[in-house]
């Protein structure tokens, strides 16, 4: 994400909101000293096994310390069967699967062995205590240079569910986190015999670097337009996709079920982008889980997905519609976001579900890649990114303390690029620096109490004390958008069209979960308590949308904050002034 970053660093500084901000100036004198290494040819990259996506059944272990290692390289790959250059972890693409229980200890050695300097984000993860292991560059760390390390080490605490981590959005590098809960399952949930874990992600033929540049351009993506989002050319499932145009057809995901079994499948959207719908023909799906909140069973023929929003779903393996035992899994690019058309581009794809006892050879598919969509086999509705969901456990939100409210919009700059703004600020990364270590230096001073534009033109509401906060957000734009919060899971108080005046919403259980979707021109309110130290970003997931600067901050309990013990790398790479 870093590599980014400084591109839209490098953009921006000429337009930047704020004309006060410091490190505009002299950005390119610190560049050199950022280490640099030699970067070796980038090697075939290892698809990851399709049995690796089937979970381990750590459940019922006693809490314990998990250790992963990664290592974050180039290499090359064909996804879809277009070769390009993307990021890998250990040589694999998607990398590897966190699989935890609740309350277990995690520590990831990162070493980076890219050109550039970047982080890793732990999506939806609380990180109660350790706020500078978020991942954030510029916001709770500052990015790890090249050729250097560093150790993730945090506890989960009561996080359970499904969720990912990442780096890039358009590059490669994500994989699967699943936390297994301790306690016995609640009442209403249904059993499943086997975990399987479902990475969608939409893809670029281009690297991010390179569709950035256009992005932020007057002239925009192949010349379409100022603010027009890179539409993708594919997708990918579990790391296999399918490109028709240039005659290679790229490769299936394949998994076999046993028939009489029942299975959860954990759905992630991991994309840059698109919206996603999945669905297996012939099967329906029960939703049961939303971003790590169980919900009350819900029966339906498909499931959308903004950009970082998870759901787990429950299939029985019991349809007899195909006499050779083979399904198509269905992951269809929403196209509701593109506004140009793509030359070559496939939307529809797909993976293969084979019931063992088929008779037909290895690699046989179900039946013609652009066969129609036959349907669950019965009548039934859609999980539709604006589907209310009820939580299966009952939760009612304290009374609030505070209500502030916050709106979006995109405008064009004078110089006819197009650009996010949250209350008229465009984020920008610090350099040198992140937000955090600014409020370790000076807690009471650099965001004060409430809403305001901190130096450098970060955007942060802070609370001083424990609260219970609740956050209007107004999208003003004509597009629909996935905003996530850092180290909360809060509460849907309230949803409308237009913007918000004062409506009254008095949910007894209303959903929670870290990834919103907001319809265009709507808006939605939102509640969570401030008991948990540290910057907490909020912002759209799309990653185009993210660059841009469409973000703010949360700085919770800053004089807590500001006795954190950093670790000693954290402090050296800020020093190094590697690019954000």
């Excluded at 109660?128 to 506890?155: L, Q, V």
């Amino acid at each position: 994400m870093s590599s980014l970053q400084y591109l839209i660093f490098l953009v921006l500084s000429l337009v930047a909101v704020v004309n006060s901000t410091p490190g505009f100036g002299d950005l390119l004198g610190h560049s050199p000293t950022c280490p640099s290494i030699p970067v070796p040819n980038p090697l075939p990259y290892i698809p990851l096994n399709n049995h690796s996506f089937v979970l381990n059944g750590l459940a019922g272990q006693p809490p314990q310390t998990r250790v992963f290692n990664f290592v974050l390289s180039l290499g090359n790959g064909a996804p879809d069967g277009i070769e390009r250059e993307m990021v890998v972890v250990n040589g694999q693409y998607p990398g590897p699967i966190i699989e935890a229980n609740q309350y277990d200890h995690i520590v990831v050695n990162v070493q980076n062995l890219l050109p550039n300097a970047t982080t890793l984000h732990w999506h939806g993860l609380y990180q109660n205590g350790t706020n500078y292991y978020d991942g954030n560059a510029a916001i709770t760390e500052c990015a790890i240079p090249p050729g250097k390390s560093m150790t993730y080490s945090f506890d989960l605490g009561e996080f359970s569910g499904t969720t990912w981590w990442q780096m890039q959005y358009t590059d490669g590098v994500i994989g699967g986190i699943v936390v297994h809960p301790t306690a016995r399952s609640p009442p209403g949930l249904p059993t499943w015999d086997e975990d399987v874990l479902v990475v969608m992600q939409d893809w670029y033929h281009q690297t991010a670097e390179s569709l950035l540049v256009e992005y932020l351009s007057a002239a925009g993506p192949l010349g379409t337009g100022a603010g027009n989002e890179p539409v993708p050319d594919s997708a990918t499932l579990n790391g296999h996709g399918q490109y028709f145009s240039a005659g290679s057809g790229g490769s299936y995901f394949t998994f076999n079920f046993v028939r009489g079994k029942t299975y959860r499948i954990r759905l992630v959207n991991a994309g840059s982008l698109a919206d996603i719908r999945f669905s297996i023909d012939n099967h329906p799906l029960t939703v049961i889980e939303a971003d790590g909140t169980l919900i009350e069973p819900t029966t339906v023929a498909g499931v959308s997905l903004a950009v970082a929003q998870r759901y787990s779903v429950i299939v029985h393996a019991n349809a007899t519609a195909n006499t050779n035992g083979l399904y198509w899994m269905r992951s269809t690019l929403l196209t509701d976001m593109f506004t140009y058309t793509e030359p070559g581009q496939n939307i529809d794809i797909r993976g293969v579900i084979r019931y063992t006892g088929s008779h037909t050879p290895p690699g046989t598919l179900p039946n013609g890649i652009h066969s129609q969509d036959p349907g669950p086999g019965a009548a039934l509705p859609d999980l539709a990114l604006t589907t209310t969901l009820v939580p299966l456990m009952a939760q009612t939100p304290p009374p609030l303390n505070h209500q502030f409210t916050v709106s979006f919009e995109f405008d064009t700059l004078p110089d006819g690029s197009n650009r996010p703004f949250i209350n008229n600020v465009s984020w920008v990364p610090l350099q040198g620096t992140s937000t955090l270590q600014q409020v370790m230096r000076n807690p009471g001073g650099y965001a004060p109490e409430g809403l305001s534009v901190a130096a450098g033109g970060q955007l942060i509401w802070t609370e001083t004390s424990v609260q219970v906060v609740q956050v209007v957000v107004n999208n003003l734009d004509g597009g629909g958008h996935p905003f996530h919060l850092h180290g909360h899971s809060p509460w849907i108080i309230g949803s409308g069209p237009g913007t918000y005046v004062n409506q009254q919403f008095n949910p007894t259980n209303p959903m929670h979960r870290d990834t919103i979707f907001i319809p265009a021109n709507s808006f939605v309110v939102l509640q969570f308590i401030t008991n948990n130290p540290g910057l907490w970003a909020f912002h759209c997931h799309i990653a185009w949308h993210l660059m841009a600067g469409l973000l703010m901050q949360f700085n919770s309990l800053p004089f807590t904050s500001a006795h954190f013990n950093i670790p000693p790398a954290i402090t050296t790479y800020c020093a190094a002034d590697c690019p954000q």
